[in-house]
């Protein structure tokens, strides 16, 4: 399992998911996790990305198996998060490369590109807030005066069971997911979790959005309850080139709801703008 390492930084560790013929040099497509996740929410997409794309999927600082010795009040920051993310494109070479992210992965992805046009080939956006906006902010406090306090009063596996069963997946259409679900998010580091809501509570890429000029593909679902009909028009008002897809479901787990579809979206936005064709022989 590969790890991005640097002097005075965390850790970063990521997987590689390479099914395309040796002798090609594959383009690189990153699939970066969102809020308190890891890496390997990602599997149900990887059957149909790898055998066209080197598909890399880091976890994000404090969270999977990257790292934890940083200080969460002055090392957990949009400007570190970027400053992994760039550092991770470089230690794997040949950018720019494709990067797809769900929920804060997609802000994430939107500020990179922004701020580093040069690293980004294409970028697609899955479930991605603009912010989060006050009602979103009072229902995830779950009866508590924030979203933090009610992670640190409840407990990770008793907020995020009540949380997700009514905004992230429905508790009774696959069971197992959902179970799954909860546990591998409560088994990641609940102080980075906590630490990792407050910055998504405070973040807006509102200002970053003008400057995004890599083709985007918005992935959302009909009527989102964490992202919103002003926020996509905000979206397409700001982005010049963006195809914005929605997927049945007010739900925001898009990505493990509709895998197949996202997947496939995404692969054929990616080869669009590679100009290869993804269909085996």
Same mark, same amino acid.
């Not at 306090?149 to 009774?172: C, H, I, N, S």
């Not at 102080?191 to 593909?217: E, H």
């Given at each position: 399992?590969?790890?991005?390492?640097?002097?005075?930084?965390?850790?970063?560790?990521?997987?590689?998911?390479?099914?395309?013929?040796?002798?090609?040099?594959?383009?690189?497509?990153?699939?970066?996790?969102?809020?308190?996740?890891?890496?390997?929410?990602?599997?149900?997409?990887?059957?149909?990305? @790898?055998? !066209?794309?080197?598909?890399? $999927?880091?976890?994000?600082?404090?969270?999977?198996?990257?790292?934890? %010795?940083? *200080?969460? #009040?002055?090392?957990?920051?949009?400007?570190?998060?970027?400053?992994?993310?760039?550092?991770?494109?470089?230690?794997?070479?040949?950018?720019?490369?494709?990067?797809?992210?769900?929920?804060?992965?997609?802000?994430?992805?939107?500020?990179?590109? @922004?701020? !580093?046009?040069?690293?980004? $080939?294409?970028?697609?956006?899955?479930?991605?807030?603009?912010?989060? %906006?006050? *009602?979103? #902010?009072?229902?995830?406090?779950?009866?508590?005066?924030?979203?933090?306090?009610?992670?640190?009063?409840?407990?990770?596996?008793?907020?995020?069971?009540?949380?997700?069963?009514?905004?992230?997946?429905?508790?009774?259409?696959?069971?197992?997911?959902?179970?799954?679900?909860?546990?591998?998010?409560?088994?990641?580091?609940?102080?980075?979790?906590?630490?990792?809501?407050?910055?998504?509570?405070?973040?807006?890429?509102?200002?970053?959005?003008?400057?995004?000029?890599?083709?985007?593909?918005?992935?959302?679902?009909?009527?989102?309850?964490?992202?919103?009909?002003?926020?996509?028009?905000?979206?397409?008002?700001?982005?010049?080139?963006?195809?914005?897809?929605?997927?049945?479901?007010?739900?925001?787990?898009?990505?493990?709801?509709?895998?197949?579809?996202?997947?496939?979206?995404?692969?054929?936005?990616?080869?669009?703008?590679?100009?290869?064709?993804?269909?085996?022989?």
């Amino acid at each position: 399992m590969p790890f991005l390492t640097r002097a005075n930084q965390p850790a970063i560790h990521y997987v590689v998911d390479d099914f395309t013929d040796p002798w090609r040099n594959a383009p690189v497509l990153i699939l970066q996790h969102g809020n308190g996740r890891n890496g390997r929410f990602w599997y149900r997409w990887i059957p149909y990305l @790898a055998r !066209h794309y080197r598909v890399v $999927r880091p976890d994000m600082r404090g969270l999977g198996q990257s790292g934890q %010795n940083f *200080d969460l #009040k002055r090392e957990l920051t949009l400007e570190a998060l970027i400053g992994d993310l760039s550092d991770l494109i470089a230690e794997l070479g040949n950018p720019p490369v494709h990067f797809c992210g769900e929920s804060m992965g997609g802000i994430l992805g939107c500020v990179l590109t @922004a701020l !580093h046009p040069e690293l980004i $080939r294409t970028l697609t956006i899955v479930a991605t807030p603009v912010f989060i %906006n006050d *009602d979103m #902010k009072k229902r995830y406090s779950v009866g508590h005066g924030s979203r933090t306090e009610a992670m640190q009063a409840m407990g990770t596996r008793a907020w995020v069971e009540a949380t997700t069963k009514v905004t992230r997946l429905p508790a009774d259409q696959e069971p197992e997911l959902f179970r799954w679900y909860v546990d591998e998010y409560s088994a990641g580091n609940a102080d980075v979790q906590v630490a990792m809501s407050a910055l998504v509570n405070a973040a807006s890429m509102r200002d970053f959005l003008p400057r995004i000029k890599a083709p985007v593909l918005g992935l959302y679902p009909t009527q989102g309850q964490i992202t919103s009909a002003e926020q996509e028009d905000m979206l397409r008002a700001s982005i010049p080139q963006i195809e914005m897809v929605h997927l049945p479901t007010s739900f925001h787990m898009i990505h493990l709801l509709h895998a197949r579809e996202c997947a496939t979206r995404t692969l054929a936005h990616c080869a669009r703008h590679d100009g290869i064709a993804v269909t085996e022989p």
